[in-house]
């Protein structure tokens, strides 16, 4: 029998020393969270000018200096004490108007680092004074030379704990997150300078600029994201409830691979939060295929007693006392702004289109190269060129329970998804007679070509691309995949009218499930009726189906079921559904628009280039691509060396 070891059962208090060591290890995680917790303190004290300087990723030096209300001999005693702040009543944990509150930033990093505090209280007359804390061993403060603000020197970061050096990354690495924490922190705060450097040399400055307001965020904002994000985003500005939500979200032809630059704050703080990156998934599902991600900042402003900061010692989460209004706030107002953003493109677009082009091989004659048939855009196979559908056409059949597209076809038909291009081509050339009656009968107010902002059609390539004229460019258009959104933009409102149809099952079927997840799907019936699923509860920990949306046909409906209960315990949204349910119109709008490879007449392309022009997110297709390229004339002249 094992003996039990003779201090087991002895309780004792800690030494305050081993205190601050234990919550060093959740305040002080690594060097940029030193860095993340000094600059807030520096925010919460009016700074206008705040500078940092990391040596070897902030493991020899972090320094940071600011120019703000700094702090008098007694006030540097209690600073590096822990839980002692100016920013929190001992009545009131609510009302938190500050990024720093808790008071135990300075007492933890003093506990495993060498700290130095330097500081002058503002409108003071007095000299500055120096305070210096040491593995948790405090110094009584002194005189020191210093004209204004704070200086904070945090040497020799985790020397009293050297089991902690052992888990950081690179130098390199942790330069890079701190960099990325003080661009958030720039972002929230366009109005205070920052500067980040080695001590050797700066890579990241931030100037201010100017009294708060949306030119002025998105100055900001371009300073870090880049111009491109500044020529590509477009404007949030919403607010229900008492809550508001400004900032700035990138076109769907302007996104990444990952989610790294979706930037989110709450009252001025850096947060992530599945609720937040959530919402704007919602948001931009029609718009981007789902390993694409869309480039935003968004700044959310909500009363003190809405929301929870105190929830994690590093303060980057945050609870909402009503979730769902802050979902519904930034899911609507992303919407709105990208439905007010009609057919416009990126501008990345054209100049990936330009860059594409690469100088012709001299050194061989024309007649010597090996003719190549022309290259595809993306998200097309070879048996497109024939008019066929896209490679994963049959998967689609076997999935959505249709055998063949003339099936698929009568049921569009059935439903009112009509293509709008039916008739057959007449005329194979282009003038320009033929062009001013296509464009009059489109629209007789309008007898300019040039008056529409995506020009009129001078002739089609390869019976696929579609090229208009532009008052000052050219614009190329896919007309398959432009076509292809309109369609799905019109399934889209004809559902939103008239429902999705149901299809009840002849055995209906009973999926077991956990008590919890079963709960929380059944309180969401009314919502997945919406989306044609009906289920009712089946006893403890189980649910039975009894109806499906007839647009999925054959599905895996136990599958279905445990995919929404898992999306709804994490992101309080029944996702799955709905994808599956796009995911099938965006298909059924693949098969039910004009074909690559179809030949058209004046008045199709014409009529195309208009409803385009008059159709929300036309700029993109279903998956995210673009669906038209505009050169500008300057750019094409480039092009020839006339510029």
Known sequence: MNSIPKQAGIIRKLSERTINRIAAGEVVERPASAIKELVENAIDAEATQIDIVMRDGGKELIQITDNGRGMSPEELILAVERHATSKLSDENLVEIHSLGFRGEALASIGAVARLSIKSKARDSKSSAWQIVVEGGQRVEPEPAALTEGTVIEVRDLFYAVPARLKFLKTARTEYGQAADIIKRLAMAHP?????????????????????????????????????????NAFEVDAEREGLKLKGFAGLPTYSRGNGMQQYLFVNGR???????????????RDYLARDRHPVLALFLDV????????VHPAKSEVRFREPGLVRG????????????????????????????????????????????????????????????????????????????????GAYAAQMGFQSGFDQQPTARTIDDEAIMQAVTSVDPEKSVPHDFP????????????????TPDGIVIVDQHAAHERLVYEKMKVT??????????????????????????????????????LILEPFGDGAVVVREVPALLGKIDIKGLVQDLADELTELDEALSLKEKLEDVCGTMACHGSVRAGRRLTVDEMNALLREM????????????RPTYVELKLADIEKLFGRR
């Open 270 to 284: 850096p947060v992530k939060d599945k609720l937040l990156t959530g919402a704007v998934r919602g948001a931009y």
């Open 191 to 231: 109005t205070i300078a920052f500067t980040l450097g080695d001590g050797n040399r700066t890579t990241f400055r931030a100037t201010p600029v100017g009294a708060l307001g949306g030119d002025v965020r998105l100055e900001r904002l371009g300073t870090i994201l880049g111009r491109q994000f500044q020529e």
């Open 303 to 310: 009363p003190t007693d809405f929301v929870d900061v105190n």
């Open 613 to 624: 022009e008059a159709t929300p997110h036309s700029g993109q297709c279903n998956h995210g």
């Open 495 to 532: 559902m939103s009218e008239e429902g999705v149809k149901r299809q009840a099952l002849l055995l209906p079927e009973v999926v077991e499930l956990e008590e919890g997840p079963q709960t929380r799907l059944v309180a969401r019936q009314g919502e997945l009726a919406e989306l044609g």
């Open 329 to 408: 706030l930034i899911v609507s107002s992303l919407r709105h702004g990208l439905q007010a953003m009609g057919h416009r493109a990126s501008t990345t677009v054209a100049g990936a289109a330009l860059g594409a082009f690469k100088p012709e091989d001299t050194t061989s004659l024309p007649w010597q190269k090996r003719q190549e048939r022309p290259s595809l855009p993306s998200g097309y196979h070879e048996t497109n060129r024939d008019m066929q559908a896209p490679l994963d056409q049959q998967g689609f059949y076997e999935s959505s329970g249709y055998q063949n597209s003339q099936e698929q």
């Open 454 to 469: 995506l020009g009129v059609a001078r002739g089609q390539v390869h019976a696929t691309y579609i090229v208009s004229q």
